[in-house]
């Protein structure tokens, strides 16, 4: 009796299998149809990363590491960050994991320009229109909550297992903190300042690159350091998917229990995340040099 | 320069709400402003301004706060759009404007000057003098030099590679009359301009605006809720309540005849040896055949200086060709500038 209290209705196996197979098979009809031609569009940017990756292998080491540093200094202008940084490279060098350490940071550099690029002008449209807000925001709620292995299905079904499958679940986790922060820091500029230029007669153009771009630009960089330290933290997952660099020794040593290899290489990936961090975090300071020195 | 031309405001309503078009009606009707609110849900911002404001002059809009002053200097320029009415500049009605027109307007014919300053805080004192000329495409180059003469002119010579955070709040307002200034624009519009300044640098802001004003003979609408500010800047005053006008002159007729007990409670404060005219006070039927001369158009305070020094008891008021009009005595004098001079 009351058998439906008992048990939640719910569709029969048949109905249910038959969904499945018929929404399995229409994807799997439209990767062999479109499959080829999506991944022949991300040619270019898979070249990029298989180029920015043998130059960071196989060009001398000593040089490599003399720029990888440069550029910390001249982001941060900081001593203790750059030698910090020189450092932490020399001991990753010294342990064997140069070479896996320069894929991954051809791997999270090549993502983050892709997040930037992507994510700077849809954070702009979100921040014009309250509607295309509404229609966003969803879709960066699913992106940040949905396990990253089950849209990894479908990337794996369309593009195989190697690098641009990696890239595309990277920047699928990676980007809705750039679209979020580049939104919200254009949002919060302030009205005055705004009126102010539509008062001189500014274009919409004009108030973008004039007045809201670099006022919002300190919340746009936490997006940007946001961006790179969730590509970090999906090196390991990519490496599922063939990407390799520092999460394949990862992924080995799970399987097989080498407690130093993996603690050795998580140490790296850290170590790559803090130097990122730091200098990305002291260049977006020293951007707004203008708002420290305060009248009186 | 030619003769500089004028705002017309006519018949200009501003309603705020959903269906603020189909409450004019209501409001032309008679309908008040608290009604309009309980009944409707609207908020009437302006209820039929009539203002003509001349060209080259100075015009104050004085108010308290919620007297819609605000709302009404940013329809010169249709910062907000109105509900009905016009504002003529000219034959071209601002309020008919398309976005590029509108736009071309606010680049070419005016230039605003903030109460909160609003200067772009990523930009040195330079870059945001010269954002107008920016925008209008002048070369960097030759905006520079044009801002660099406002800058010295507004006394900011030196500061031109600082941020607007390095300055004091009358400083920065000195960049923001500096920008709006260097846009060469016929109409300089100023919300409460001064207001979020100090007294001392207020009076001082006051005095470098009128200097300017002097040569430049702009047309200048002034906003402000400080009566002591609009006497001394006003060529013209409008007195707004509740989104009305409720009196409009210049500043001696106002403090002189006050339209109403609001106006009066306003006035009553006020230091009037810097507003009435020796004029208004001298014995037109009297004349000196010789003694102390003092010329028209001065204030008492001014002629009550000069009765002081001189030690005399009176003194013949005369026009700019020297031709007496009039002779002004101490005692009438003090009595003017101490009681209100209704009775």
Request: hydrophobic share 45%; aromatic share 6%.
């Amino acid at each position: 009796m009351m058998e439906w209290l008992q048990e939640f209705p719910k569709m029969s196996r048949g109905d249910l299998r038959e969904m499945r197979r018929s929404l399995d098979g229409s994807f799997k009809e439209f990767t062999g149809k479109y499959g080829e031609s999506i991944e022949a569009a991300f040619d270019p940017i898979k070249d990029f990363l298989i180029f920015l990756e043998s130059t960071l292998i196989n060009s001398p080491w000593p040089i490599i590491l003399a720029v990888l540093v440069g550029i910390v200094y001249a982001m941060s202008r900081n001593l203790k960050i750059t030698v910090g940084s020189l450092v932490a490279l020399c001991v990753i060098g010294y342990l064997g994991m140069w070479e896996d350490t320069m894929r991954t940071i051809a791997m999270v550099t090549v993502c983050t320009l892709m997040a930037i690029v992507l994510g700077i002008p849809l954070g702009i449209l979100m921040a014009r229109s309250n509607r295309i807000q509404s229609v966003i925001n969803p879709v960066l709620d699913l992106m940040q909550t949905m396990p990253s292995f089950v849209y990894l299905i479908p990337v794996v079904m369309i593009f195989g297992i190697g690098k641009v499958p990696g890239m595309i679940a990277v920047v699928i986790y990676a980007i809705p903190p750039m679209i979020r922060l580049t939104n919200l820091g254009i949002r919060l500029v302030d009205q005055d300042v705004l009126e102010a230029a539509d008062a001189f007669g500014s274009s919409s153009w004009q108030k973008l690159t004039n007045v809201q771009l670099p006022l919002a630009l300190p919340t746009i960089m936490a997006g940007v350091n946001q961006t790179i330290m969730m590509a970090l933290a999906m090196v390991v997952v990519a490496a599922l998917i063939g990407v390799k660099g520092l999460g394949q020794p990862v992924l080995n040593a799970i399987a097989n229990q080498y407690l130093t290899m993996g603690v050795m290489n998580g140490l790296a990936i850290v170590a790559i995340a803090i130097i990122f961090d730091r200098a990305t975090q002291a260049y977006g300071k020293r951007l707004q040099k203008h708002s420290e020195v305060i009248h009186g | 320069m030619g003769e500089a031309t004028g705002i017309e405001v006519k018949n200009l309503y501003k309603i705020f709400g959903p269906n603020g078009k189909d409450m004019v009606q209501k409001v032309k009707d008679g309908m008040s402003k608290a009604e309009l609110n309980e009944k409707h849900n609207h908020v009437l911002g302006l209820n039929d301004i009539n203002i003509s404001m001349p060209g080259g002059k100075i015009e104050v809009v004085m108010g308290l706060s919620g007297s819609g002053k605000s709302t009404l200097i940013r329809h010169i320029n249709r910062l907000i759009d109105p509900t009905d009415g016009e504002v003529l500049y000219g034959n071209d009605d601002v309020c008919k404007m398309s976005q590029g027109e509108l736009r071309q307007f606010r680049r070419h014919k005016t230039a605003m000057v903030f109460q909160k300053f609003a200067l772009l805080p990523h930009r040195t004192v330079m870059k945001n003098t010269i954002y107008g000329l920016e925008v209008q495409g002048v070369p960097i180059k030759e905006a520079e030099e044009r801002a660099a003469r406002w800058i010295a002119r507004v006394g900011l010579e030196g500061f031109e590679d600082h941020y607007p955070n390095q300055l004091s709040g009358g400083m920065q307002q000195r960049v923001g009359l500096a920008r709006a200034l260097t846009n060469d624009a016929d109409i300089l519009l100023m919300d409460e301009a001064f207001s979020a300044l100090d007294p001392l640098i207020r009076m001082d802001m006051q005095t470098v605006l009128l200097d300017l004003q002097e040569e430049l003979h702009k047309t200048i609408v002034f906003i402000t809720h400080d009566l002591d500010e609009a006497l001394r800047l006003g060529d013209k005053i409008a007195i707004l309540r509740d989104g009305a006008v409720i009196q409009q002159g210049t500043g001696q007729e106002i403090v002189l005849n006050p339209a109403d007990q609001y106006i009066a409670d306003f006035v009553k404060e006020v230091n009037r040896g810097r507003v009435i005219l020796v004029d208004t006070v001298m014995d037109k039927s009297k004349k000196l055949e010789s003694g102390l001369n003092v010329q028209s158009g001065i204030m008492l305070e001014e002629a009550a200086k000069i009765l002081a020094e001189t030690g005399q008891g009176e003194c013949c008021v005369v026009n700019g060709n020297g031709e007496p009009l009039g002779v002004l005595n101490v005692q009438d004098t003090i009595r003017a500038m101490v009681t209100p001079a209704s009775h």
